[in-house]
């Protein structure tokens, strides 16, 4: 089992940054994918939108919508998995979720509230 905690979501006004954390405990040695998705009020209905993630070998892969804005890191495989959100917009509120994979199995952390406004 795997336990993901996100943290660092909030309120900001356009055009400022935020940075999210999520932190991982349990078995995670067999981990091969970590992501960001979000989920906009009103989405309820749809699927969570990937936003951002990164492979355990360091492939990374980005929304259209957040390239050249957001970035997702990691220092090392015990450490958090970040994202790094510049130039925020409105349309980038949402409920932001971390999301990990291994072979057999997705986990989900319980989300951090994004919101963007003036």
């Known amino acids: 089992q795997v336990q993901l905690v996100e943290s660092g979501g909030g309120l900001v006004q356009p055009g400022g940054s935020l940075r999210l954390s999520c932190t991982a405990s349990g078995s995670i040695f067999k981990i091969g994918f970590m992501g960001w998705y979000r989920q906009a009020p009103g989405n309820l209905g749809k699927q969570r939108e990937l936003?951002?993630?990164?492979?355990?070998?360091?492939?990374?892969n980005y929304a259209d919508s957040v390239k050249g804005r957001f970035t997702i890191s990691r220092d090392n495989a015990k450490s958090p998995v970040y994202l790094q959100m510049n130039s925020l917009k409105p349309e980038d509120t949402a409920v932001y979720y971390c999301?990990?994979?291994?072979?057999?199995?997705?986990?989900w952390g319980q989300g951090t509230q994004v919101t963007v406004s003036s």
């Open positions: 936003v951002a993630s990164v492979t355990i070998g360091g492939i990374t």
């Open positions: 999301n990990f994979r291994d072979p057999a199995t997705s986990y």
